[in-house]
């Protein structure tokens, strides 16, 4: 059995994502997370090939890179490259028991956005994630989440938890987009992503700066 210091289960966090770039929200959304579920350890997971994405995205060094410097200075995170390393589709699943394993008895927290929430019953092995997970879902936008939205399933025993964060409705896409067409000055940036991650990506010249 895997214990923290108070002897208890330890409680492992699962946060994953493009992070493309990774933004201010995500921060929020970790931070929250580590606090509000006094989670042991929070594993930051940028995903390898994102089957559910259409976009082709940024090279993994970049994303790793980028996820290192914004979440890596977060106590009790830890970035966790396995899905970037995995060849081939990487599943949440799979992650999720490799986590199991590493941690016997440990109790899993897997934390995703209400978009993500939203198509949750099409992910490949959704039923036994319910199983082994506890999902916390951060609101995105005012009242996205409905019942409705719960009750589909309910027959499945679903643990689902709210994380209380303030919402921040941005998304990498506008950030990426916004430096694209130039509209934003790095002053600008800083609003959305750390600035080390604004350095970083004029540095790189992502995403059509530079
Ligand atoms: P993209 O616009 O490229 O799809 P994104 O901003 O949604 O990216 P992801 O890296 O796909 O960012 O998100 C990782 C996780 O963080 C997902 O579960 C997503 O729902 C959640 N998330 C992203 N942005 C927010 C936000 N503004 N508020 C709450 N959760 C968020």
């Known amino acids: 059995m895997s214990t923290n210091a108070a002897g208890q289960p330890k409680r ?14 995500h921060l929020a959304l970790a931070k929250a997370a580590l606090e509000q579920f006094n989670l042991d350890v929070l594993h930051v997971i940028p995903t390898g090939h994102a089957w559910h994405k259409a976009r082709v995205l940024s090279a993994p060094e970049h994303r790793l890179a980028m996820a290192r410097l ?47 929430f939203m198509s949750f019953g099409r992910w490949h092995q959704w039923r036994e994630i319910l199983e082994i997970a506890i999902i916390c879902i951060a609101d995105r936008t005012e009242s996205a989440l409905t019942q409705t939205e719960f009750d589909i399933y309910a027959p499945h025993n679903p643990r689902f938890l709210i994380l209380k964060l303030p919402l921040m409705p941005f998304s990498a896409t506008q950030i990426r987009q916004m430096m694209a067409s130039g509209a934003a ?26």
């Open 185 to 210: 000055t790095a002053e600008d940036a800083r609003k959305f992503v750390p600035e080390s991650v604004a350095r970083y990506i004029s540095h790189h010249q992502l995403y059509g700066t530079g």
């Open 70 to 116: 914004a979440f890596g200075n977060i106590e009790r995170v830890v970035v966790d490259a396995r899905e970037l390393q995995r060849l081939g589709p990487t599943f949440t699943l799979d992650t999720l028991k490799a986590l199991q394993t590493e941690n016997p008895g440990c109790q899993l927290y897997m934390f995703i956005g209400a978009d993500q």
């Open 12 to 25: 492992i966090g699962v946060f994953g994502g493009s992070f493309d770039p990774p933004h201010n929200a």
